[in-house]
């Protein structure tokens, strides 16, 4: 009896606390959500009451548009690449076996782990002597940078799971190895590859530091707005822009939730 | 119909292999050239770039060529002879004429308090004079001008600044510089690095001590919770995670303000009666950081979890261990290697935050990054920001390394 009600407060006391670390990771992030329809000019509660306006002001200002859709492009575009050639370089890593192959593969991955602020203003001085520096090819080069490694981590990590057999036995029933690449290898990572474009999108949405020190005013994205803005005039319009922001990364988490079960689903009924 | 075919491979698997193979490096080199050409132009080139400025030291050979040159290839004796003399005297007044002694000035001025207004006003006086004083060298005449000239400490720091490369920003970055004597302590007032990479650890040090407790009870719920609690919980970490680095310290600037809920709540609850400040601060700073930080730790801990057997916790308890030994002493240390993995990743990210301390911090409260950056912008020091930045990187490296080996090849990954 007494260690039942010990062990009960125990899991009580674990509840509690991961209820109250959850809060703290969430709430910040959904408490900055109904400021960005709150009626008043100051990013305080109580709410005021409702009002559209910060929403229209975000969609009149050339400055916030032009950051939505330079982000927009930037992540797509900087995506697609990444996705390219990171899956190619996963394809090519899985194909051979090598002397430095581990090597290779940490100096392919290492943009995740250098600390940002070097790269970026790495690219300021040496983007800046090959004349790429307040261009639109510099920023995209620089996104498609941090983003193609996570294609190459998700596609090897698809890859790794592969079935080697599956190959062979396309050939043996007489598919050449371009029939047998899109029939049979490319479906089957197919998920890998989509989980690596929006890990590479997410990056390139949220990028701000490479886009402070290279980028042409013209060029600015919605975080790089974001950042400026909060230094110098903490508007409501923020708060329409991360609500807009937090709308990205929810379908974006949405998705890579799906791809995850599917995928679960799929090798469990394998 | 399997007979012949296997004896046909018994008599030519050698030359099919090795035919196959090159074809296949062949192939595997191809798929993996355009990543890293691509990495080596965009990625690699800027981080050497940058780090290359750290040692590199050729602003004073680059306005000053004649007196580098002797310099690096003369003697040991420091002040030198007359024909190193008049070298400077050549280079002072070619820079005269050119308009760059201010750069060997400014570049002078690191090393040695005082080497800039020594450096500009000789060079004034020598604009216009084509012989040393009558009756001596050129020696004489500068030591006339200005007796720092004589100094041993002016020519250590002149030699030092010889070029191509040097030790003199990594040095610095150490609160160290070369002086008459050997190496020394920087002047007090020039003595601000130590303190900046030690803030930067301890900033880091805090933030990762703060996300295991806060982390490690997330974790445990994630791998042994009820199942249908503890997918959503998941989705509960990764939302942070994909959500926008500038939103989340947006909302922590919002909640931190004065104004802000969490004063707010504060102040509702009696605990105080006028706003604790938490903005543009230690406090808010670290708030922020280890609410970044936390989904790095919880899941690489969660992972680990998921492969710790129940039953041996349960065999711990039925031989009589209390919760909290069975806890202790069989499921702790299990969990070792995931705790181990998610503290290096959130010390390693800690230590290169630049948004967040500039958002949400104090002037105090800068972080190493602040000064690579300041230092490329603002003061155009690119020797400083690159020697801070191989410090930065150098750590960084190290103890990726670690990681590495604790997470195994996919602990990069997230989610």
Same mark, same amino acid.
């Given at each position: ?27 910040? %992030? ?29 969609? +009149? ?9 330079? +982000?927009?492009?930037?992540?797509? +575009? ?88 599956? =190959? ?45 020190? %290279? ?19 903490? +508007?409501?319009? %923020? ?12 379908? =974006? ?18 | ?13 050698? @030359? ?25 132009? !965009? ?14 030291? /050729? ?7 004649? $007196? ?40 002078? /001025? ?91 650890? !301890? ?9 295991? @407790? ?9 791998? /042994? ?27 922590? $600037? ?13 102040? !509702? ?127 960084? !490296? ?18």
């Amino acid at each position: 009896m007494a260690r039942l009600s010990a062990d009960r407060l125990w899991r009580w006391a674990l509840w509690a606390a991961t209820a109250l670390v959850l809060a703290f990771l969430v709430v910040p %992030i959904l408490a900055v959500l109904p400021l960005s329809v709150n009626d008043s000019r100051f990013l305080t509660y109580p709410l005021r009451g409702f009002t559209d306006r910060w929403y229209i002001e975000f969609f +009149s200002d050339p400055r916030w548009t032009r950051a939505l859709a330079n +982000s927009a492009v930037l992540a797509v +575009s900087s995506a697609a690449i990444a996705t390219v050639l990171g899956t190619l370089a996963a394809l090519g890593l899985a194909l051979a076996e090598f002397r430095g192959k581990a090597v290779l593969l940490a100096l392919l991955l290492s943009p995740l782990v250098v600390p940002v602020i070097v790269f970026g203003v790495g690219l300021a001085l040496f983007f800046g002597q090959v004349g790429l520096v307040r261009t639109f090819p510099g920023l995209l080069a620089a996104h498609v940078a941090l983003g193609a490694p996570f294609a190459l981590l998700t596609v090897g990590a698809a890859l790794a799971s592969f079935d080697r057999t599956l =190959l062979r036995a396309a050939q043996g029933l007489g598919a050449s190895p371009a029939v047998a690449f899109r029939r049979v290898v490319l479906p089957l990572i197919a998920p890998g590859v989509l989980a690596g474009f929006l890990f590479a999108f997410a990056t390139s949405f949220d990028e701000v530091v490479v886009n402070i020190f %290279i980028a042409a005013p013209e060029h600015r994205t919605l975080p790089r707005e974001m950042f400026s803005s909060l230094r110098e005039n903490v +508007s409501p319009v %923020i708060a329409a822009a991360a609500t807009l922001m937090t709308l990205v990364a929810a379908v =974006l988490l949405g998705t890579m939730e799906w791809l995850k079960r599917r995928t679960r689903r799929m090798t469990v009924s394998a | 119909m399997s007979a012949p075919a296997a004896s046909l491979d018994a008599v030519r698997p050698p @030359v099919r292999t090795i035919g196959r193979d090159g074809r296949r490096r062949l192939l595997a080199a191809g798929l993996v050239a355009p990543l890293a050409a691509f990495l080596l132009f !965009a990625f690699a080139a800027p981080i050497i770039w940058i780090l290359g400025y750290g040692v590199a030291d /050729n602003e004073l050979a680059s306005v000053w060529p004649r $007196v580098s040159a002797e310099l690096r290839d003369g003697g040991d004796e420091l002040p030198p002879d007359e024909a190193v003399f008049a070298a400077l005297a050549a280079d002072l007044r070619g820079s005269q004429a050119s308009r760059t002694a201010a750069t060997a000035a400014r570049r002078l /001025n690191y090393a040695l308090p005082g080497g800039r207004s020594l450096v500009t006003q000789t060079a004034r006086a020598l604009a216009d004079r084509q012989e040393p004083d009558p009756g001596g060298g050129w020696r004489e005449t500068l030591i006339a001008l200005d007796p720092a000239w004589g100094e041993r400490e002016t020519w250590v720091a002149l030699r030092q600044a010889s070029g191509p490369v040097s030790a003199f920003f990594l040095l610095s970055a150490a609160d160290l510089r070369l002086g008459a004597d050997g190496l020394e302590r920087a002047p007090p007032e020039q003595r601000i690095y130590l303190a900046v990479l030690w803030r930067t650890f !301890a900033v880091a040090a805090t933030v990762t001590a703060a996300a295991i @407790v806060l982390g490690f009870p997330v974790a445990y719920f994630l791998a /042994n919770g009820p199942p249908a609690l503890a997918s959503v919980a998941m989705v509960l970490v990764l939302l942070p995670l994909w959500t926008s680095l500038l939103v989340r310290t947006g909302a922590w $600037v919002v909640l931190l303000q004065d104004q802000g809920l969490v004063n707010g709540a504060l102040m !509702a609850l009696g605990l105080t009666s006028e706003p604790v400040r938490l903005l543009f601060n230690r406090t808010g700073l670290t708030i922020a950081m280890v609410h970044i930080s936390l989904p790095y730790l919880i899941l690489p801990l969660y992972a680990t979890m998921t492969t710790i057997r129940p039953e041996l916790v349960k065999a711990a308890r039925s031989l009589g261990a209390s919760p909290a030994v069975a806890f202790w002493r069989v499921y702790l240390p299990q969990t070792l290697p995931g705790l181990a993995a998610g503290a290096l990743l959130v010390f390693i990210l800690s230590l290169g935050y630049y948004i967040t301390p500039a958002l949400v911090g104090g002037a105090g409260d800068q972080l190493v990054s602040y000064f690579i950056a300041f230092y490329t912008t603002e003061t155009f020091n690119w020797g400083m920001a690159g020697a801070l930045a191989i410090l930065l990187v150098a750590a960084t !490296a190290i103890l990726y390394v670690f990681y590495a080996r604790l997470a195994g090849p996919r602990g990069l990954s997230l989610g």
